[in-house]
């Protein structure tokens, strides 16, 4: 069974930075992309970027992409995003979910979602 | 980056009602649409991909149509666990985008 766990919540000043791991078990972890998803408080959810997990190819959100780094560790299965230059907008529920590609390859969804990190951003 | 307008934004509904969900894409996707159900300090779960293809373990009262720019999620009959917010996201773009959701409450 695929599990995704999150690193646990934080809390960081205006300006800072902020790194949540996301852990795979199950299915081998270089076969799918891991992407992030954010959801501020009350809001929808927001696609942040992905990574492939055997080569490290990311893509990442216009808005976003001078200040988010998406990398992974093959060795521990495990996927990082890294949010720099932090405000408060970027309060939110931060979550991994793995990059499935269906059976014939065409089609790609989010299938398993880690349990989510609460990032507050406050001085 | 590829808008996604999702529409209504809220609908109430009952018990046993069969509701339709609307999304709608600012150019065509052909039929790269995902709907996600989310319920409150949950993560999503995936229903549907691909437009219509019913996700392993979903009730078959979901069914999902659509392709070009105009799609729909039909909940056949609703269950009191349907009751939640539902997003559509597309997957044309490697830049994927979601709509903003429509929240399905009791009415």
């Given amino acids: 069974q695929v599990q995704l766990v999150q690193s646990g919540a934080e809390v960081k000043m205006p300006g800072a ?3 949540v791991s996301c852990k795979a078990s199950g299915r081998a972890f270089t076969d799918y992309g891991v992407s992030w998803v954010r959801q501020a408080p009350g809001q929808g959810l927001e696609w942040m970027g992905w990574i492939t997990t055997y080569n490290g190819y ?6 976003l992409q001078d200040r988010l780094t998406l990398t ?10 890294e949010l720099r230059s932090l405000t408060s907008d970027d309060t939110a529920i931060y979550y991994c979910a793995r990059r499935t590609p269906d ?9 398993f979602w880690g349990q989510g990190t609460l990032v507050t951003v406050s001085s | 980056d590829i808008q ?3 529409s209504p934004s809220s609908l109430s509904a009952s018990v046993g009602d069969r509701v339709t969900l609307t999304c709608r894409a600012s150019q ?5 649409l995902n709907w996600y159900q989310q319920k409150p300090g949950e993560a999503p779960r995936l229903l549907i991909y691909a437009a219509s293809s019913l996700h ?4 078959s009262r979901f069914s999902g149509s659509g392709s070009g720019t105009d799609f729909t999620l039909t909940i056949s009959s609703l269950q ?11 997957s044309f773009r490697t830049r994927y985008t979601f709509g903003q959701g429509t929240k399905l409450e009791i009415q």
């Fill in chain 1, 103 to 111: 059976s014939n390859g065409f089609y790609y969804f989010f299938d």
């Fill in chain 2, 80 to 90: 009191p666990e349907d009751f939640a917010t539902y997003y559509c996201q597309q």
């Fill in chain 1, 72 to 81: 992974t560790d093959a060795s521990t299965t495990t996927a990082y995003m």
């Fill in chain 2, 4 to 6: 996604m307008t999702q």
């Fill in chain 1, 17 to 19: 930075s902020v790194r």
């Fill in chain 2, 56 to 59: 392993s373990g979903v009730p």
């Fill in chain 1, 58 to 63: 990311t893509n990442y959100a216009q808005k």
């Fill in chain 2, 28 to 32: 065509s996707i052909s039929t790269y």
